[in-house]
């Protein structure tokens, strides 16, 4: 899906060093540039890196920062490793990008015909927001718990999965306790 750029939205630019964290890259971003995203949570933007276009979601850090994902197909678009600098320009966007569906989430909501509608009516970002809160766990039964009870307030009408910290809600595999691994 190509990102549509707010066009009221001034650009936010800057540079950072790529950072590793276990098996991760990541691409922090400087204070002065997180601060001008829109929420202290997930920011959908349309980023360029290093001159490179890419629709993405910025994650929150815990600690009123944000950092890039960098995936394979990024790093190798890129040509860029651990320690190295990358140029980017981050333009908050009008609509966000779907986001992948984790497997146990998926068939949860296949075999539940009841909530399929809800799912299809909500939008990209509260979708993210489901993602995102069922994997925020790294213990397997909370998360089978979350599965459920997504589908519980689905079919209740819930179109949001609750009122957690957004921006205490990052990726539990390169975070300990809503704060990224390395922030103080």
Do not use: Y
């Amino acid at each position: 899906m190509a990102g549509t750029p707010d066009e009221t939205a001034e650009p936010i630019e800057g540079t950072g060093r790529i950072r590793a964290i276990g098996e991760r890259l990541i691409l922090p971003l400087p204070a002065e540039a997180s601060a001008r995203l829109r929420t202290r949570g997930q920011n959908a933007v349309t980023a360029v890196l290093d001159g490179h276009p890419f629709d993405l979601v910025v994650e929150p850090d815990g600690a009123k920062g944000h950092w890039i994902s960098l995936d394979e197909e990024m790093l190798e678009v890129l040509g860029r490793g651990d320690g190295e600098e990358v140029s980017f320009a981050l333009t908050p966007s009008a609509a966000w990008p779907e986001p992948s569906v984790p497997e146990d989430l998926g068939e949860a909501l296949a075999g539940a015909d009841d909530v399929g509608g809800v799912w299809e009516d909500i939008t990209p970002m509260a979708r993210w927001e489901w993602v995102r809160w069922v994997g925020a766990t790294k213990n397997p039964d909370t998360r089978a718990r979350r599965v459920e009870v997504s589908l519980d307030k689905m079919r209740n009408g819930k179109r949001r999965p609750c009122c957690f910290d957004l921006a205490s809600c990052t990726d539990p595999e390169v975070s300990k306790s809503g704060k990224l691994l390395g922030i103080e």
